[in-house]
């Protein structure tokens, strides 16, 4: 057997010694994820992201990498590789996250100083640094490099702020495809898939960019 050998899985038919066996194909997406959907393979109430995809997705495995909020938006990768997943969402990756904030009333002088220099939630838990960049009166870009439950929202509250759009536009270094609109998604090219375990630096440059 060539290892090195390549299988087309809608045409060819692998057996061993005679057996069909099964070839088990990884799947790699990213969603523009929309407001009202869980980040979810199932749930009893509401429809989840994977309820989004066409049919031939359906029974393949696949679940969203991380979590954002039934009212957040933006980028949410759907995969059925766990290992890669892992790789992407473990803790100690600090893989930054840019997200579009919104937050009620005015956005005090001090919000960029107080990310940095790591916000204390309500529960005493203590954040990592992170960037909080006014863009408009009551907009700012927020990078983040943990993914806990509610975190960018947690944080705001810390600071006495209520954020009231979210939305997320890269991990790592995928940003959001700017060619998607809500509720589409697209496969993820090899490269991609790569480098997504990277969390190299283009997050920079996206950051830079909408600062201009
Ligand atoms: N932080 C939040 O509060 N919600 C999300 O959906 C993602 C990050």
Redesign the pocket.
Known sequence: LDSSQKVDPAADVIAVDGQIVGYEEHIYLMLYKPAGVVSATEDNVSPTVIGLLPRQYQGAGLFPVG???K??TGLLLITNDGTWAHGITSPKKHMD?I?DAVVEGDIPPDMGQRFADGIVLDDGLHCLSAKAVQTGPQSLTVV?QE?K???????FHAVGKE?IY?K?LSMGSLALDKTLTKGEYRSLTEEEIKKAEDNYNSQKKLLDDRLV
């Open positions: 979590r954002l909020d009212d957040t996250k997200y983040v993914g439950f509610h975190q960018v929202k947690r944080m954020v979210l997320r």
